[in-house]
């Protein structure tokens, strides 16, 4: 089992740039593949961005794609989200999840895909 833990969270101007971190602990952390997804108040937990074990294969919803990076550390035990050129609609918590990868790797888009999940940071972008 794996546990997550978020930060970097917080208030940020239109236009500008966070950079989400996602602190992993317990099992080893190079087996899972890792995902960001967010949850805007009222509406459904979204799928952000995926990445492999080995951080070789990346995919992005099309809300985000272009603004946002995800990238991990295996050595120490860390994924983030870059998040450039935020809008006021990029507001919402964003949670990390992780899910076992086998190595027949396949972007899980879907909650259901991820067993584990951190607590979420909040993120909101002032107009």
């Known amino acids: 089992q794996v546990q997550l833990v978020e930060s970097g969270g917080g208030l940020v101007q239109t236009g500008g740039s966070l950079r989400l971190s996602c602190a992993a602990s317990?099992?080893?952390?190079?087996?899972?593949?890792m995902g960001w997804f967010r949850q805007a108040p009222g509406k459904e937990r979204d799928f952000v961005a995926t990445?492999?074990?080995?951080?070789?294969?990346?995919y992005y919803a099309d809300a985000v794609n272009g603004r946002f990076t995800i990238s991990r550390d295996n050595a120490k035990n860390t994924v983030s989200l870059q998040m450039n050129s935020l809008q006021p609609e990029d507001t919402a918590v964003y949670y990390c999840?992780?899910?076992?990868?086998?190595?027949?790797?396949?972007?899980?888009?879907?909650?259901?895909?991820?067993?584990?999940w951190g607590q979420g940071t909040q993120v909101t972008v002032s107009s």
């Open positions: 317990g099992r080893t952390f190079s087996i899972y593949a």
């Open positions: 990445i492999n074990w080995s951080g070789s294969i990346t």
């Open positions: 999840a992780a899910h076992f990868d086998s190595g027949n790797y396949y972007p899980r888009k879907t909650q259901s895909g991820y067993p584990y």
